[in-house]
């Protein structure tokens, strides 16, 4: 079982849909800095990546967290991605697209996928949910770089579907791949919550689904106003299972 903070951090916000009014059976979750973390960072890796290759930066780190899932939809493999975002990002920054390339080739030498930590009580929360809920992770992301994460976490028995969005599905914040969820897992948007830390592709997506969405923020800041407004915020993932578990 999955001890829980005495202190508790959850807020809960009149969601743009109807809230849940029945009792909730299925959990699905987003994958990165949500239920883990990579422990070099992409500002880290970006540097290294640039140093190898000799060269001032190209971009900034924001901007390929930005334009991932853009490029996501059309890749095959981790590598195919940054090569197509990192030379895209060179042009558009009037720089050889080669040098992009170039960077994009050492980033994947030093990116180690399975180089990931969960966050505090992320796998003790997914266990005692997997008692009497069914499970769903849909993650933004090619295979090959997701695979390796959830099985580094040793995870992936808790899932009762796994989805990577953006490759076999489109990408969040599409509703495709969380209605595809729902349906295999015989689930209701009512019954239904979505846990995920980013509001454009998580907090969205849940809810052009009709889902009620769970925002994992653990850096809010006191007073913050997200927009779009999530059914509940949490700074912890064992805080979902307050809401999960809470009466209607």
Same mark, same amino acid.
């Given at each position: 079982?999955?001890?829980?903070?005495?202190?508790?951090?959850?807020?809960?916000?009149?969601?743009?849909?109807?809230?849940?009014?029945?009792?909730?059976?299925?959990?699905?979750?987003? +994958?990165?800095?949500?239920?883990?973390?990579?422990?070099?960072?992409?500002?880290?890796?970006?540097?290294?990546?640039?140093?190898?290759?000799?060269?001032?930066?190209?971009?900034?780190?924001?901007?390929?967290?930005?334009?991932?899932?853009?490029?996501?939809?059309?890749?095959?493999?981790?590598?195919?991605?940054?090569?197509?975002?990192?030379?895209?990002?060179?042009?558009?920054?009037?720089?050889?697209?080669?040098?992009?390339?170039?960077?994009?080739?050492?980033?994947?030498?030093?990116?180690?996928?399975?180089? $990931?930590?969960?966050?505090?009580?992320?796998?003790?929360?997914?266990?005692?949910?997997?008692?009497?809920?069914?499970?769903?992770?849909?993650?933004?992301?090619?295979?090959?770089?997701?695979?390796?994460?959830?099985?580094?976490?040793?995870?992936?028995?808790?899932?009762?579907?796994?989805?990577?969005?953006?490759?076999?599905?489109?990408?969040?914040?599409?509703?495709?791949?969380?209605?595809?969820?729902?349906?295999? +897992?015989?689930?209701?948007?009512?019954?239904?919550?979505?846990?995920?830390?980013?509001?454009?592709?998580?907090?969205?997506?849940?809810?052009?689904?009709?889902?009620?969405?769970?925002?994992?923020?653990?850096?809010?800041?006191?007073?913050?106003?997200?927009?779009?407004?999530?059914?509940?915020? $949490?700074?912890?993932?064992?805080?979902?299972?307050?809401? $999960?578990?809470?009466?209607?």
């Amino acid at each position: 079982m999955c001890s829980r903070s005495t202190t508790s951090k959850i807020t809960s916000e009149p969601p743009q849909h109807s809230s849940v009014t029945q009792e909730i059976t299925t959990v699905l979750f987003d +994958l990165d800095d949500t239920l883990c973390e990579y422990r070099q960072t992409v500002a880290d890796v970006l540097e290294i990546a640039h140093e190898d290759v000799g060269i001032e930066p190209l971009f900034e780190p924001a901007e390929y967290v930005a334009r991932y899932d853009e490029f996501a939809e059309n890749a095959d493999s981790s590598e195919q991605l940054r090569q197509e975002c990192f030379s895209t990002l060179a042009a558009e920054h009037d720089r050889d697209p080669a040098l992009g390339r170039a960077v994009a080739a050492a980033y994947s030498r030093e990116r180690d996928q399975t180089d $990931v930590r969960p966050f505090p009580g992320a796998i003790e929360t997914l266990e005692t949910l997997s008692d009497s809920h069914s499970l769903g992770l849909i993650t933004n992301g090619v295979p090959d770089a997701q695979r390796p994460k959830l099985d580094t976490l040793d995870i992936n028995a808790y899932f009762d579907i796994v989805l990577f969005a953006g490759s076999e599905l489109p990408a969040k914040p599409a509703r495709a791949a969380f209605d595809h969820a729902l349906d295999h +897992l015989g689930a209701t948007p009512s019954k239904s919550v979505h846990v995920g830390n980013s509001l454009k592709s998580d907090v969205v997506g849940a809810q052009r689904a009709g889902i009620d969405a769970i925002w994992f923020a653990p850096r809010q800041h006191a007073g913050s106003n997200p927009d779009p407004r999530p059914a509940y915020t $949490v700074e912890s993932i064992p805080e979902v299972l307050d809401v $999960v578990e809470s009466p209607s």
